[in-house]
């Protein structure tokens, strides 16, 4: 069992800190807001009490776990990992910055990922002097369900950094995927430009939301429709993602809808906000 870092206490960052927490590890959430720590934290603990309810883990079991997940504003309580995965919010100038910092304050063997949804991880590895030991651990929402980790080679990430990752997501109970450092990676490649589509029906005029997500449900058994999967993900996030994509490979099938831009310029961004392609009362 090792230590590792997670920075960032949003809904993947404490999704990620309780699945190693359950592997047994022990966790440094690190997270600049106390607020959204507080909240990461309450998230986590409402998980495990909603475990201890179905029979999945014992009270003991749940309190090990919490015990294992030690919360910190201080980002200098990394240099005790093996492993740091950042997972905060979607901006390559903050991520750029958090990379920097960490490799500065790390020991040189400490392996440096990042859940980065787009964000090119040979670009990230330049921010550091080990770019053989920084690559992409990308999970899916919510984390503690979706079994996928995308793991992502940059172009530096050495074969034993890769190796050893893979071990880590499948003693984690996830299943790894090796995948390349291109624009969206696989995942988000495939899935954005889905929903975008979706959003140009509705904004055509072609269904409502309603009958566009029920189409995607029904007709090809997807949990969620991709409009109510959009807001579920958040609009800003999709925007960004399909911007990195249309940036990186200059063509133009991947530009994002009008309508999805609108609405993430009014303030419309799915749940998070309350309002996306569907409301969401508090
Ligand atoms: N946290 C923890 N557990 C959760 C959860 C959450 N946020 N949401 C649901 N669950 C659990 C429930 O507790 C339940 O567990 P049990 O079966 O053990 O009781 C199980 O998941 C099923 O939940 P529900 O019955 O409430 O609802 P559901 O069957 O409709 O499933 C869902 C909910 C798992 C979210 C499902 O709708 C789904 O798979 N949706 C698609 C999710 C998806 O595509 N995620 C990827 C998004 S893309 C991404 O993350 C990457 C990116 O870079 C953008």
Same mark, same amino acid.
């Given at each position: 069992?090792?230590?590792?870092?997670?920075?960032?206490?949003?809904?993947?960052?404490?999704?990620?800190?309780?699945?190693?927490?359950? +592997?047994? !590890?022990?966790?440094?959430?690190? =997270?600049?807001? &106390? @607020?959204?720590? /507080?909240?990461? *934290?309450?998230?986590?603990?409402?998980?495990?009490?909603?475990?201890?309810?179905?029979?999945?883990?014992?009270?003991?079991?749940?309190?090990?776990?919490?015990?294992?997940?030690?919360?910190?504003?201080?980002?200098?309580?990394?240099?005790?990992?093996?492993?740091?995965?950042?997972?905060?919010?979607?901006?390559?100038?903050?991520?750029?910055?958090?990379?920097? +910092?960490? !490799?500065?304050?790390?020991p040189p =063997?400490?392996? &440096? @990922?990042?859940? /980065?949804?787009? *964000?090119?991880?040979?670009?990230?590895?330049?921010?550091?002097?080990?770019?053989?030991?920084?690559?992409?651990?990308?999970?899916?929402?919510?984390?503690?369900?979706?079994?996928?980790?995308?793991?992502v080679r940059?172009?530096?990430?050495?074969?034993?950094?890769?190796?050893?990752?893979?071990?880590?997501?499948?003693?984690?109970?996830?299943?790894?995927?090796?995948?390349? !450092?291109?624009?969206?990676?696989?995942?988000?490649?495939?899935?954005?430009?889905?929903?975008?589509?979706?959003?140009?029906?509705?904004?055509?005029?072609?269904?409502?939301?309603?009958?566009?997500?029920?189409?995607m449900r029904?007709?090809?058994?997807?949990?969620?429709?991709?409009?109510?999967?959009?807001?579920?993900?958040?609009?800003?996030?999709?925007?960004?993602?399909?911007?990195?994509?249309?940036?990186?490979?200059?063509?133009?099938?991947?530009?994002?809808?009008?309508?999805?831009?609108?609405?993430?310029?009014?303030?419309?961004?799915?749940?998070?906000?309350?309002?996306?392609?569907?409301?969401?009362?508090?």
């Amino acid at each position: 069992m090792a230590e590792v870092t997670v920075l960032g206490a949003g809904t993947m960052g404490s999704g990620i800190a309780q699945v190693f927490a359950q +592997a047994g !590890d022990t966790v440094h959430l690190i =997270e600049v807001s &106390l @607020a959204q720590l /507080t909240r990461g *934290i309450a998230v986590i603990e409402t998980n495990l009490a909603r475990s201890v309810e179905k029979g999945r883990l014992t009270a003991n079991e749940s309190e090990v776990i919490m015990g294992r997940i030690v919360g910190s504003s201080d980002l200098e309580q990394a240099k005790y990992s093996e492993l740091v995965v950042e997972a905060i919010h979607e901006s390559l100038i903050a991520k750029t910055e958090a990379f920097r +910092a960490l !490799d500065s304050m790390c020991p040189p =063997e400490t392996i &440096l @990922a990042s859940n /980065t949804s787009s *964000i090119s991880i040979t670009t990230l590895g330049t921010a550091t002097g080990r770019a053989d030991r920084v690559i992409g651990m990308h999970f899916f929402n919510p984390v503690l369900v979706m079994k996928l980790v995308e793991v992502v080679r940059g172009l530096a990430t050495s074969d034993e950094t890769h190796a050893h990752v893979m071990d880590w997501a499948r003693r984690l109970g996830k299943e790894p995927v090796a995948v390349g !450092d291109s624009p969206g990676f696989v995942a988000n490649r495939v899935l954005l430009p889905m929903i975008n589509e979706a959003v140009f029906a509705l904004y055509e005029g072609v269904a409502d939301a309603g009958e566009i997500d029920t189409v995607m449900r029904l007709g090809m058994n997807h949990p969620m429709g991709p409009l109510e999967l959009a807001d579920f993900i958040g609009l800003d996030v999709c925007l960004s993602i399909m911007s990195v994509l249309y940036d990186g490979f200059g063509d133009p099938k991947y530009r994002p809808c009008p309508l999805l831009k609108q609405m993430v310029a009014a303030g419309r961004l799915g749940r998070k906000s309350g309002q996306g392609f569907y409301r969401y009362p508090a």
